[in-house]
C-alpha cells in the first residue's frame, strides 16, 4: 500500500507543528509531518530566545503579534500544553531624536492596530524598571507590558501533541530525498501510475472510501508525492516548514526562495543577583544589546553586523568579548557577571530581502505552500503562521491578514515590507 497524506508538513518545528496543530483544528487530520532529526527541535526553535513582542514597524508584523500573543496567553487552555508565557514586557531604549521619533511613530501605528497597551516611557520611568541600566544618555523609550517570553520546546510540543491526538502523524529521522510534481489536473498520478487516492475518492489512511478531501482540488504543474528515505508519499499538498534549510527543500519541488541562513549567538550568563529577579527585555537601541533575566542569570543577545550568511552553528568564543563590551557600557553591574562559553550557543535565522516571513502557495508549483523566512520571528509567531498557512490550504485565503503581501512573488514584483524593528 503507498502511503498517502492530505497534506505533508517538512519540518516539525515550531511553525510546522503549528501549521499540523491548526490544520487539525479545521477537520484536516489526514497530515504527515516529516522530521529528519531523531528528536524535534534540534533546529532553529530549541535555539530561539523565545520573546515574543508585538513592537514592530510594519502592519502584517503587528497584526501577526496581536493574534500570536493573544493565543501565548490562552495556550495551556486552548492547546492543553504549557507556553510558560511570561509577560514580562519589552522595553526600547532611545539615545537619539532619531531613534525616539521612530519609536513614537511606530507606536501609533501599534495602537492604531489594537495594541493599545504600548506606553512611551521617559528615563525616569526607565530607571524604575531597570536600576542598573546606565541612563546619561537615554531620552526614553516604549515599553508594552503584554511582551514578554515563552518557552519554544514547550510551544512545539503542544502544537504537535495536541495534532497527533487529532490524527495527525509525526515522522522523525525521516530524510525528505525528493519532491515529486506532475503536470496534470485534481487527479494527480500517485507513484504507482494510478491515481492518488486522496484526491480521487478519499480512500486514504485512517478514511473511508465515501468520505471525501477536506482540500479544494486545483489544476496545473503541482505535486504529486514526497520520497523519503521511508519511502514514497503520495499527496497533493506540501508544506515547507524547513526553516534555514527552506531554499533547498523548495528547489526539490521546482520553486525558488529567496531565503538564507545567518547565525545568531546568545551567552547566558552564571547566577546573577545585582539585576531585578523580574525585569523587562532590554533592547538598548544604540548598539542593539538586549537581554533579559534567565533563570538565575540573565541572557545576553546581540546581532553582530559582521556576520555573515551560512550554516554555521558553532559557537565563535571571540563573541563573548564583544557582547560584554556592548553589555557593560549599558549595564555597568554586568561586566561583574561570569560568562562560561561552554553554555554559549549558537542558532540559525531565517532571513529574507526585507526581514518578513513569506507565507503562501507557490506561483508555480500548484500544492506547494511556503512558511517560511521569518527572520527571527519565527517563535513568536508561530500560533499566526500556522493559522494562516491552514487557512489558505483549506480556504485559499485567510480572515487573519491579507496574505497576498507575504506571497513569494513581492520580491519579483519589488512590493517589499521592510522591518526595521529587527533584533
Request: net charge negative; glycine share 10%.
Amino acid at each position: 500500500m503507498i502511503e498517502t497524506a492530505d497534506v505533508v508538513i517538512i519540518g516539525s518545528g515550531i511553525v510546522g507543528s503549528s501549521v499540523a496543530y491548526h490544520l487539525a483544528q479545521a477537520g484536516c487530520t489526514n497530515v504527515l509531518v516529516i522530521e529528519r532529526e531523531a528528536h524535534q527541535g534540534k533546529g532553529s526553535t530549541g535555539k530561539s530566545m523565545g520573546g515574543v513582542r508585538a513592537q514592530f514597524s510594519t502592519p502584517v508584523n503587528i497584526q501577526m503579534s496581536r493574534y500570536s500573543i493573544d493565543f501565548f496567553s490562552r495556550f495551556d487552555e486552548v492547546v492543553g500544553h504549557p507556553a510558560d508565557y511570561r509577560a514580562h514586557g519589552y522595553l526600547f531604549c532611545a539615545t537619539n531624536e532619531r531613534h525616539l521619533n521612530y519609536l513614537k511613530a511606530n507606536r501609533e501605528r501599534q495602537v492604531s492596530l489594537g495594541v493599545t497597551n504600548v506606553e512611551l516611557v521617559s528615563p525616569a520611568e526607565i530607571l524604575e524598571m531597570v536600576p542598573q541600566l546606565r541612563a546619561d544618555d537615554i531620552l526614553g523609550g516604549t515599553f508594552c507590558p503584554t511582551d514578554g517570553f515563552v518557552d519554544p520546546h514547550s510551544v512545539m510540543m503542544g502544537f504537535m501533541l495536541n495534532a497527533r491526538e487529532h490524527g495527525a502523524r509525526l515522522w522523525l529521522d525521516t530524510q525528505v530525498t525528493g519532491i515529486k510534481v506532475d503536470a496534470g489536473s485534481a487527479d494527480v498520478p500517485s507513484a504507482s501510475g494510478g491515481t492518488n487516492a486522496a484526491s480521487k475518492q478519499g480512500a486514504y489512511r485512517g478514511r473511508n472510501a465515501d468520505e471525501t478531501s477536506a482540500l479544494p482540488g486545483t489544476e496545473a504543474r503541482r505535486i504529486s508525492g514526497v520520497l523519503t528515505s521511508r519511502g514514497f508519499v503520495s499527496t497533493r499538498v506540501v508544506v515547507n516548514a524547513a526553516g534555514p534549510w527552506a531554499a533547498q527543500v523548495a528547489r526539490m519541488a521546482g520553486a525558488e526562495l529567496p531565503v538564507e541562513p545567518l547565525r545568531r549567538q546568545l551567552v547566558p550568563t552564571e547566577a546573577f543577583d545585582q539585576l531585578p529577579k523580574r525585569f523587562p527585555m532590554v533592547i538598548d537601541m544604540s548598539t542593539g544589546f538586549h537581554f533579559r533575566r534567565e533563570g538565575k542569570g540573565i541572557l545576553l543577545a546581540w546581532n553582530d553586523p559582521e556576520e555573515t550568511a551560512g550554516f554555521k552553528t558553532d559557537f565563535d568564543a571571540t563573541f563573548v568579548e564583544k557582547i560584554l563590551t556592548h553589555a557593560a557600557a549599558r549595564v555597568p553591574c554586568l561586566a561583574e557577571a561570569e560568562v562560561n562559553p561552554r553554555r554559549a550557543w549558537a542558532g540559525l535565522y531565517e532571513m529574507t530581502p526585507d526581514h518578513h516571513a513569506i507565507i503562501g502557495p507557490s506561483p508555480n508549483v500548484k500544492g506547494l505552500y511556503f512558511v517560511n523566512g521569518f527572520s527571527g520571528h519565527g517563535v513568536m509567531h508561530s500560533p499566526a503562521s500556522g493559522r494562516i498557512t491552514a487557512d489558505l490550504i483549506l480556504q485559499g485565503t485567510s480572515e487573519l491578514i491579507d496574505a497576498k503581501q507575504l506571497g513569494v512573488e513581492r520580491f519579483a514584483s519589488g512590493r517589499l515590507l521592510e522591518e526595521t524593528a529587527v533584533l
